[in-house]
């Protein structure tokens, strides 16, 4: 009979009541995103990823904000009135109160931890027996953070807040990150015992520490490896620098794939996208949401994606792409324009000026300059010619053009929607096609020009007689 292992519970409790004064946002703190996404996401995908039981988070000020925003994603716990990270925590008692398993304490604005962090607290939680493990940082300059008081063995025997500590106690560099792995059932017990008799009023979390210290139970602490992850935001000075510290860690993880880019603090690339290996990314570029390149592309300068799948061996410039689908062997720019649910089949080619927006371009034709094409479906090997424009909108609704396969679009054409042009039709330059055409046509729809032979000097007697009257 093989093993058979029971997992552990493992409870997450997110602390964000608090004002988030600093900010001076309207918007809650932990909304403000780094990189294109809300911080509390880069939490709770960790969360997520580490495959927690039950994900509670507390929330006061704007805490309908953030119930809108994460409606499904957590447990909301309300706390009316803020009294301390302790009082905070007793908040969720009703969900976590007698339960196995280990309860893990996040502040919410603290978004740079990444699971190997987390999970060797967890480890070391559970290799060492503890009833709560502290996640501890070295920092040069602790001002402000509570100190990890450690005793002659090196044991962990308190926690003691910036206000409340003595000279002594504030040369200690080892500070709380706010991030904490407790046994949960002797975290509620200990949480009934902490009181607020201390410089702030407040019922501190850190106080749990030294209450399951003095009854002799093991208490632990994991010191981070990389101190910059400790960082917490509370204005948006340090939101910057938080942004530019996961940006590196964004960039470096694509750099260490197999992907190059060039002049790397131009790039913004967000922590959701995926990039193939040999794709080369150039100065200015940005890459946000859930796109995703392939390999051997060529991306920028200056290219602008939000939510773009691209296959491989694609060349996209200056342009802006949102909501979209590029295939492989596709040149799009410099200076497209490509707006959601728009797709371009392999071997596309979208050139200079071209306003794209839902059109579907089949393999191989093209829209090379100085065109726009929406509400459109475009088969395979067109041509669309400088200057095309599907009229898709009448001022009251939005109407459909379909190109099919072969079809040759002369230069200026207009496309009065709704209208089809068929296989191997072919529109005379200048054209302002109204009714559909058939399959091999020629159609035209211009007026016919008018030639006066030796007209100009006549044009000129007149034009100087009238002008000395
Ligand atoms: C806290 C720790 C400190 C640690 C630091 C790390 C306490 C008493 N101190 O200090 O040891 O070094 O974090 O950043 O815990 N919150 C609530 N309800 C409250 C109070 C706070 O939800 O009643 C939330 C806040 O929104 C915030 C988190 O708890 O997300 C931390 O609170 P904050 O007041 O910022 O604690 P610090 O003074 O930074
Ligand atoms: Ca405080």
Request: charged fraction near 20%.
């Amino acid at each position: 009979m093989g093993a058979y292992i029971v997992k552990e519970n493992l409870n997450a409790v997110i602390l964000a009541a608090g004002k988030g004064t600093r900010m001076k946002s309207k918007k809650h703190k932990v909304l403000h995103e780094l990189c294109g996404k809300p911080m509390i996401h880069y939490i709770l995908d960790t969360l997520e990823d580490m495959g927690t039981t039950q994900t509670l988070m507390v929330i006061g000020h704007l805490g309908e904000t953030l119930e809108e925003a994460l409606a499904g994603e957590v447990t909301f716990v309300k706390q009316t009135k803020q009294l301390g990270t302790a009082h905070a925590v007793m908040q969720t008692e009703e969900f976590l109160q007698g339960k196995d398993g280990i309860t893990l304490v996040l502040n919410g604005d603290h978004p740079l931890f990444t699971k190997d962090t987390l999970q060797s607290l967890i480890q070391i939680h559970r290799q060492k027996e503890a009833a709560a493990t502290v996640l501890t940082a070295e920092l040069a300059d602790p001002t402000g953070y509570g100190r990890v008081i450690r005793q002659g063995d090196g044991s962990v025997s308190r926690i003691v807040e910036h206000k409340d500590a003595t000279e002594e106690e504030r040369s200690v560099h080892e500070i709380n990150t706010g991030t904490y792995c407790f046994h949960n059932k002797k975290l509620f017990e200990a949480l009934k015992l902490v009181n607020n008799n201390n410089a702030q009023g407040e019922y501190y979390l850190p106080d749990v520490i030294s209450i399951l210290q003095e009854q002799g139970e093991v208490i632990a602490a994991s010191m981070m490896a990389d101190e910059k992850e400790a960082m917490g935001v509370n204005d948006r000075f340090q939101l910057a620098e938080a942004e530019a510290y996961m940006q590196q860690r964004i960039l470096k993880t694509h750099m260490l794939n197999g992907v190059t880019i060039h002049q790397p603090s131009s790039v913004t690339i967000g922590p959701d996208v995926e990039i193939d290996s040999d794709t080369e990314i150039f100065p200015g570029s940005s890459l946000k949401g859930n796109t995703k390149i392939g390999n051997n592309c060529v991306i920028g300068p200056e290219a602008d994606l939000f939510d773009v799948l691209v296959a491989d061996h694609t060349k996209i410039r200056y342009s802006v792409i949102e909501d979209s689908e590029i295939g492989s062997n596709v040149t799009v720019g410099p200076y497209a324009y490509i707006r959601p649910n728009t797709s371009l089949a392999e071997n596309t080619k979208v050139g200079a000026f071209v306003d794209l927006k839902n059109a579907q371009i089949g393999k191989g034709s093209k829209v090379s300059h100085l065109a726009y094409v929406g509400d459109a479906e475009v088969g395979q090997n067109v041509n669309v010619a400088c200057g095309v424009v599907t009229v898709n909108y009448d001022g009251f609704t939005k109407h459909k053009t379909v190109i099919k396969d072969g079809a040759f679009i002369g230069c200026n054409t207009n496309l009065v929607a709704p209208v089809t042009v068929e296989e191997k039709a072919y529109i005379a330059a200048g054209s302002t096609i109204t009714d559909d055409v058939p399959p091999e046509a020629f159609a035209i729809a211009r007026q016919k020009q008018v030639t006066k032979e030796n007209y100009v000097p006549k044009l000129r007697n007149k034009i100087n007689r009238h002008n000395s009257l």
